[in-house]
């Protein structure tokens, strides 16, 4: 399973950040979990100023995550479900969804929790998404990554 080995990430201090939180509109029943519980990891960590922008897909998580950390947020969480198909779509999304995703966290200097599964089938993204019955709850773990990195950058000198 994809979740052994995970840390246990505890985030308390996040009530003076602003976030934005992207997400896309596919596979509806995964997406609503996923943004539950990246709205649970949130407000665990305190965390209550909360920008969400809508995207249609997982390929327009980047472009969403760059306008967001332009307008100031200190954490971005990105959202999205990309399900293998016939074709080599699944590969190009994945691909373009990873390296927008890291571009924009690298450049910017604004941590973005990746929530964005890349499944082979509807069950692996359900047993993800953090629904009843669930093994995993990836919008709660990216919430809380995203956060955690949030507060640690914040306490490092910017380079001169």
């Given at each position: 399973?994809s979740g052994e080995g995970a840390p246990t990430i505890t985030v308390e201090g996040g009530s003076?950040?602003?976030?934005?939180?992207?997400?896309?509109?596919?596979?509806?029943?995964?997406?609503?979990?996923?943004?539950?519980?990246?709205?649970?990891?949130?407000?665990?960590?305190?965390?209550?100023?909360?920008?969400?922008?809508?995207?249609?897909?997982?390929?327009?998580?980047?472009?969403?995550?760059?306008?967001?950390?332009?307008?100031?947020?200190?954490?971005?969480?990105?959202?999205?479900?990309?399900?293998?198909?016939?074709?080599?779509?699944?590969?190009?999304?994945?691909?373009?969804?990873?390296?927008?995703?890291?571009?924009?966290?690298?450049?910017?200097?604004?941590?973005?929790?990746?929530?964005?599964?890349?499944?082979?089938?509807?069950?692996?993204?359900?047993?993800?998404?953090?629904?009843?019955?669930?093994?995993?709850?990836?919008?709660?773990?990216?919430?809380?990554?995203?956060?955690?990195?949030?507060?640690?950058?914040?306490?490092?000198?910017?380079?001169?």
């Amino acid at each position: 399973m994809s979740g052994e080995g995970a840390p246990t990430i505890t985030v308390e201090g996040g009530s003076q950040l602003r976030v934005g939180l992207a997400h896309a509109g596919w596979h509806e029943q995964v997406m609503n979990g996923l943004l539950d519980g990246a709205r649970r990891g949130l407000a665990d960590a305190g965390v209550k100023d909360v920008v969400e922008v809508a995207v249609p897909g997982s390929f327009e998580l980047p472009v969403a995550a760059a306008r967001l950390a332009a307008a100031g947020v200190d954490a971005v969480i990105a959202l999205g479900v990309v399900i293998r198909g016939g074709t080599p779509h699944f590969d190009y999304v994945c691909e373009a969804a990873t390296n927008g995703l890291t571009d924009v966290s690298v450049r910017t200097g604004v941590p973005v929790g990746f929530g964005v599964l890349t499944c082979d089938d509807e069950r692996q993204a359900l047993d993800r998404a953090g629904l009843p019955g669930s093994r995993e709850d990836k919008g709660h773990e990216a919430a809380t990554a995203a956060v955690a990195a949030a507060l640690v950058l914040k306490n490092l000198p910017l380079p001169v």
